[in-house]
């Protein structure tokens, strides 16, 4: 058996663990959980008391007198249309153990979010009867959920142990867990607490690697021996440089498939996300029956905002450089627990359940399951240190035939991205990375790609953020390159990346007490007006008047809600919130440096215009060599 903690040189043994094995009866392939695991969850997106009151534990609920509760939630549904779409299911039984009286209701939604009772029960004077409600996964295929409901009589009504449960394979895949972590040792720490807490969760895990690539470790932290203790043999703590996350899930990904089973599944999760761990059974149960491999993907749920979704199902928009668009008809950043709206904002008086389905062309790494299958056919990942890694590989995965499915329901909380400030180094790799799959994956025209970068320079100039400027042309003159600098797998791109910045004083974040130069009373707080209705004449208008050197303020303060290019432009200095809400950002007006980007944009973008199409058919001859085992055998010192 393999010892928990390896070097960065070494690479594991076989894995015991992660072979096929014969099932244990019905395959669970989700649990009715009535709360979540932790306080900060809220209980109305397990279950929902519509009619008088409930006890509510994690598997256990009492629905008292009178009262009724319903499963119609985000962790309650069975997303009944990707199942019958996409696994060799044809019936779903949901079983539960009820103890005293009352009725138990099986409903169905359809695409339209239309709903009707499949199957209902009533108990009476129960102890501890498990019932079973069967439904056949024959009228889905374009939409629809499953759910209980729970009404109690004259007594209270006690359900527990509710399961989801379908027809097992003949052998069951194994799975191992893939954590990337850099420098988020406790929230590493405690991911791995929350999955060594849940024994059935747990269970269906065979292997959890940890792969560390910062200078504060995780195992450096006080709770991980005990961590490793209750994860009872199935750690593997690796120990790398910092490849960023290509490096760190593509680590994983390479040591499962190396010396674990053929059908093993890689369930890749990030380090900073607050864990349900109902996500493993939910994922591991869905690629076990699927017809043929598929990545199955989990949803966020926003850490800050913990009853939003941020998307259904995604896709990326090469043309301009943009990932994470919403597919049509699925959710997009809604609150499942309030009513849906149409398309004019009248409520509907249905949930937020995106009852369509929808197909997702890729789904991102912060829980993401991949078959080895798909591994030994295309490949590890794209060495672009981070940033797009994830939509490269999934559309790689589509070119070659792997369908990607975002499953509903399986969800974990994930920090929030618009509490991110946008003007940060890592927009170089996104910039960059960019580039570089819509060159591997589309056909876009490369004046298209100039408009676009240009666009986004042109409104930082106006906005005086000089720093962002630089590293957006940092970005594209580094993708001019050519395939050649992925070599090192991007690691000496992010010390190149920190030093440009730290020339521009106006990447620098400061509490907002301590405004270098300026003093609190001096600084007024200045609204923006309305967004303009014709942008491209304002942004005209703009430019004359920065070309004439003039303003309407010489300093002011603006929230980030405000922080438009069209509202910043009118100052000569501002100071800016900053996108976490921790500190502000200085912006002043330097007209020689606002010439002397622009004089630079222009080259970088004429030379972009002229030598795209040949670095197209670089970069695509060189995707089979870096995205190879041998040579990320070779960037993790294996060799």
């Known amino acids: 058996m393999l010892g928990s903690t390896t070097t960065t040189s070494e690479t594991s043994a076989p894995d015991e663990r992660l072979v096929e094995h014969a099932p244990n009866g019905r395959l669970v392939a989700q649990r009715g959980l009535f709360r979540g695991p932790d306080p900060v969850c809220p209980d109305d997106l397990y279950a929902q008391s519509v009619l008088g009151t409930a006890a509510r534990q994690r598997q256990r609920l009492v629905v008292h007198a009178g009262s009724e509760v319903s499963m119609d939630t985000y962790f309650g549904r069975f997303p009944a249309s990707y199942w019958q779409r996409w696994t060799v299911v044809r019936e779903v039984h949901a079983e539960v153990t009820v103890s005293g009286a009352g009725r138990i209701a099986l409903v169905a939604s359809d695409s339209r979010g239309d709903t009707r009772t499949v199957a209902a029960e009533e108990v009476t004077g129960e102890h501890g009867r498990l019932v079973t409600l069967r439904v056949a996964l024959d009228k889905f295929l374009d939409g629809g959920f499953l759910w209980l409901e729970f009404a109690a009589g004259d007594d209270e009504l006690t359900v527990e142990r509710l399961r989801w449960t379908v027809e097992s394979p003949d052998l069951v895949r194994p799975t191992a867990v893939v954590i990337c972590t850099f420098n988020r040792a406790d929230d590493c720490t405690k991911t791995l607490q929350s999955l060594a807490a849940d024994d059935e969760a747990l269970e269906v895990l065979d292997a959890i690697y940890v792969v560390d690539q910062g200078t504060d470790t995780v195992a450096s932290r006080e709770a991980f021996p005990q961590v490793e203790q209750d994860l009872a043999g199935r750690l593997r703590y690796l120990r790398q440089p910092n490849l960023g996350g290509a490096g760190g899930f593509g680590r994983g990904m390479y040591e499962v498939t190396e010396h674990g089973s053929a059908h093993a599944n890689v369930l890749l999760m990030d380090d900073d996300v607050l864990c349900e761990p109902e996500i493993a059974v939910r994922l591991t149960a869905f690629a076990n029956r699927t017809t043929e491999p598929t990545i199955v993907g989990g949803q966020m749920l926003r850490l800050l905002h913990p009853t939003m979704l941020l998307a259904g199902a995604e896709y990326a928009d090469f043309a301009q450089l943009v990932p994470g668009q919403v597919v049509k008809g699925a959710l997009d950043d809604v609150d499942v627990t309030e009513e849906a709206e149409d398309e004019d904002g ?236 921790s500190g502000v950002r200085v912006r002043r007006r330097d007209r020689e440096l606002t010439f002397k980007l622009a004089k630079q944009t222009g080259r970088v973008v004429r030379r972009l215009i002229a030598e795209l199409p040949r670095l197209r058919g670089e970069y695509r001859a060189a995707a089979g060599e870096l995205t190879s085992r041998e040579n990320w055998r070779r960037l993790y010192g294996l060799d």
Not at 360 to 385: H, K, M, Q, R
Not at 451 to 473: D, E, F, K, N, P
Not at 525 to 548: C, D, E, N, Y
């Open 346 to 581: 009248v409520p509907t008086g249905k949930p937020n359940r995106g009852d369509r389905r929808v197909d997702a062309d890729y789904n991102a790494w912060w829980s993401c399951l991949i078959p080895a299958e798909v591994v030994a056919t295309i490949g590890l990942p794209l060495p672009l240190f981070f940033q797009w890694d994830d939509v490269e590989y999934g559309y790689r995965a589509r070119a070659n035939g792997f369908a990607t499915v975002t499953l509903p329901g399986a969800g974990l909380w994930h920090a929030d991205f618009d509490w991110k400030d946008a003007d940060k180094w890592n927009e170089y790799f996104a910039v960059r990375n960019a580039m570089i799959v819509a060159a591997l994956h589309a056909e876009i025209d490369p004046k298209q790609t100039a408009r676009v970068i240009v666009s986004r320079i042109v409104r930082c100039l106006l906005s005086m953020q000089y720093g962002l400027a630089a590293t957006l042309l940092k970005a594209v003159e580094d993708f001019l390159r050519g395939p050649g600098f992925l070599h090192d797998g991007g690691a000496s791109a992010a010390k190149e990346i920190h030093a440009v910045r730290a020339d521009y004083p106006d990447t620098v974040m400061h509490p907002p007490g301590e405004v270098p130069g300026l003093k609190s009373g001096e600084v007024p707080m200045i609204q923006a007006g309305p967004t303009p209705s014709m942008s491209r004449l304002v942004l005209l208008k703009r430019l004359i008047h920065f070309a004439l050197g003039r303003s309407a303020h010489d300093v002011g303060a603006v929230t980030l809600e405000d922080a438009t290019w069209w509202h910043l432009s009118q100052f000569d200095t501002v100071v800016v919130t900053d996108g976490s809400q």
